[in-house]
């Protein structure tokens, strides 16, 4: 199914969405993508959808065509003080606050958000597979959250980030039993099953 460029009646409607929700190491990362209406790329999808080459392929192509974008990372302390939800929002908050115009109207994928000044939003479920400028804001997220990952795996490789990108595999849970946490790891998360 083909994305929509749009979802409201508003020109410059941005799209919002963050990647490592679920990690136990490393920042949040929200996106806000605010696409021209004319804006057309077959490749764009759900960045979950594509491949690591695909995503670092469309993001320079996303950053040059796009009306605006910005990036937010929202760290491990901050996580663990105001939770992963709150952070999440206040990532993409961070984000939207960065782009230049500024949106008229706010297409948030998941299901939760709060209200950003006074302009008006919706939330999509699935809005990454269904709208371009989700699409866009989760690959943006996503690519430049695995920089980081990458850059920190340099100092920490034990924990291999550059591979599970601070995700819950096995082989990550079995670093931390076998080195201990760091202080990329988030203290609020079960960072280990109960044994």
């Keep these: 199914m083909a994305l929509k ?7 410059l409607e941005c799209g919002t969405d963050e990647a490592g929700r679920g990690c136990l190491a490393g920042p949040v990362t929200a996106a806000a993508v605010i ?8 490749l764009l999808n759900d960045s979950k959808q594509l491949s690591e080459k695909n995503r670092n392929i469309l993001k320079p192509i996303i950053e040059h065509q796009s009306v605006s974008f910005g990036v937010q990372h929202i760290f491990e302390s901050e996580i663990d003080t105001i939770n992963i939800l709150n952070a999440s929002i206040k990532a ?3 984000a939207i606050s960065t782009l230049n115009p500024i ?15 006074t302009i008006p939003h919706e939330t999509i479920i699935k809005g990454d597979s269904k ?10 997220a996503k690519t430049y959250r695995d920089k980081f990952m990458e850059t920190i795996h340099e ?8 591979q599970n990108k601070g995700y819950p595999t096995k082989q990550h849970r079995e670093a931390i039993k076998e080195f201990g946490v760091t202080k990329y790891h988030r203290k609020s998360f079960r960072l280990l099953p109960e044994e």
């Design 5 to 11: 460029i749009q979802f409201s009646t508003y020109n």
């Design 103 to 117: 949106p008229e109207y706010i297409i948030v994928d998941g299901n939760r958000f709060k209200p950003y000044h």
């Design 155 to 162: 100092e920490f490789p034990m924990y291999n980030w550059k």
């Design 92 to 94: 993409m908050h961070g």
């Design 131 to 140: 709208y371009l400028s989700i699409a866009a804001a989760s690959i943006l």
């Design 35 to 42: 696409l021209p209406l004319t804006f057309k790329n077959k």
